[in-house]
């Protein structure tokens, strides 16, 4: 498998003032698989037509909405575990922390360990925005020719 990546450059100032550039990896999007899509491909994998996996989904995704909404936690064998974070502001007493001060941040996955193996197998490939663009050249003049 192969992941790209390209860098971003981040200024920040040390604790003695001075001014420093460090430049991150940061991840290229890859391909997307739509709805449509992960439906055709789960169907030419098992006995169920696209409608069929298109209608399990569906309902997939509303009964986690449902069982998130009500604070559970949901575990998906060979997949992850979806659950609700929650936060609120600092405050110096512990008492001060009310069910009105707390909010709901964001949705937690954590991949099963099978999962998590495919980080294992990556290898990364540099995204050269020159060379994307030149290819992308190349690629539509192919195409005009075909």
Not at 39 to 44: A, D, L, R, V, W
Not at 114 to 139: E, P, Q, T, W
Request: charged content about 30%.
């Amino acid at each position: 498998m192969s992941k790209y990546y390209s860098t971003w450059k981040k200024k920040f100032k040390t604790k003695t003032g001075e001014e420093k550039v460090l430049y991150y990896a940061c991840s290229k999007k890859g391909n997307i698989v739509d709805f449509k899509r992960l439906t055709e491909i789960i169907s030419n994998q098992s006995t169920l037509s696209a409608a069929d996996v298109g209608a399990c989904l569906i309902a997939l995704a509303e009964n986690m909405k449902f069982m998130l909404d009500m604070g559970d936690t949901i575990r998906l064998d060979n997949i992850g575990t979806f659950s609700v974070a929650v936060s609120s502001k600092g405050f110096s007493d512990p008492k001060d922390i009310t069910a009105d001060k707390v909010k709901a941040t964001k949705i937690v996955f954590k991949p099963d360990r099978d999962l998590r193996k495919v980080l294992n197998n990556f290898h990364f490939v540099s995204y050269d925005k020159k060379m994307a663009k030149y290819k992308g050249a190349i690629s539509t003049k192919t195409k005009k020719k075909e």
